[in-house]
């Protein structure tokens, strides 16, 4: 996103990322909490932002995803068994896909996680820039979040794990845990460019005028 902001504070339709992705997870029926993992120094600044949606705690997060995530978790009473891992960046995650991923922890799944189907052609490249193979990309899936644990299942992923993950379904993997899959949304498309922050504001103008 370049410099500025974190980029779960950059603005979208005047509204902080983190505002839209916490107002949609809180929609839905099964949530019951939601914690959020915030930079150390703007966890006071953070729970400003969110004062107006109920049942949301802040605390300070770590150095990387990872250690957030942890942070969060240790923050969740013991009575919730059901935990989802979302990020902010997914501002546009609807309820409906929250509800699905419950579901399926619900039903008895360790794990669950959001996909869709890969569309684009994939190509493995070598160093020098050279195309080495075509990938076959029928049984590739491109994951969202959030993603749904058993409590103790994350729990044990985040104690055991020796190497750093970019999504939580990975260390679970790790311990030989089994995950599914959702179907996920295109709604939860990750913004992480200029560009996507163009295209959730077309598709919230899209969202207003039929609502």
């Given at each position: 996103?370049g410099?500025?902001?974190?980029k779960?504070l ?5 509204i902080?990322?983190?505002v839209?992705?916490?107002k ?6 099964s949530?019951?909490l939601?914690?959020?993992?915030a930079?150390a120094?703007d966890?006071g600044h ?5 004062a107006g949606?109920?049942?949301?705690d802040?605390?300070?997060g770590g ?5 957030s995530v942890?942070?969060a978790?240790?923050a969740?009473p013991?009575?919730y068994?059901v935990?989802?891992?979302h990020?902010a960046?997914?501002a546009?995650a609807?309820?409906?896909?929250v509800?699905?991923?419950?579901a ?6 360790a ?7 890969v569309?684009?052609t994939i190509?493995r490249v070598?160093?020098?820039?050279e ?13 969202q979040?959030p993603?749904?644990?058993?409590r103790?299942?994350?729990v ?6 020796v190497?750093?993950?970019t999504d939580?379904a990975?260390?679970?993997?790790a311990l ?5 899959t959702v179907?996920g949304?295109?709604l939860?498309f990750k ?6 922050l163009?295209l959730a504001?077309?598709?919230l103008a899209?969202?207003?005028?039929l609502?």
């Amino acid at each position: 996103m370049g410099p500025g902001a974190p980029k779960a504070l950059r603005m979208l339709a005047g509204i902080p990322l983190l505002v839209h992705a916490v107002k949609r997870i809180a929609s839905a029926p099964s949530v019951g909490l939601i914690v959020v993992a915030a930079p150390a120094g703007d966890v006071g600044h953070v729970a400003e932002l969110l004062a107006g949606v109920e049942r949301v705690d802040v605390v300070a997060g770590g150095a990387t995803r990872q250690l957030s995530v942890a942070a969060a978790l240790r923050a969740v009473p013991a009575a919730y068994d059901v935990i989802l891992v979302h990020d902010a960046a997914r501002a546009l995650a609807p309820s409906d896909l929250v509800e699905s991923v419950a579901a399926a922890v619900r039903a008895g799944a360790a794990a669950v996680i959001p996909v869709l189907p890969v569309v684009d052609t994939i190509k493995r490249v070598g160093a020098d820039g050279e195309v080495l193979a075509t990938v076959d990309r029928s049984p590739l899936r491109a994951v969202q979040t959030p993603q749904g644990f058993r409590r103790k299942t994350l729990v044990d992923a985040h104690e055991r794990a020796v190497d750093t993950h970019t999504d939580d379904a990975g260390m679970v993997e790790a311990l030989g845990v089994r995950v599914d899959t959702v179907a996920g949304s295109d709604l939860a498309f990750k913004i992480t460019r200029p560009y996507d922050l163009v295209l959730a504001e077309a598709l919230l103008a899209v969202d207003s005028a039929l609502g």
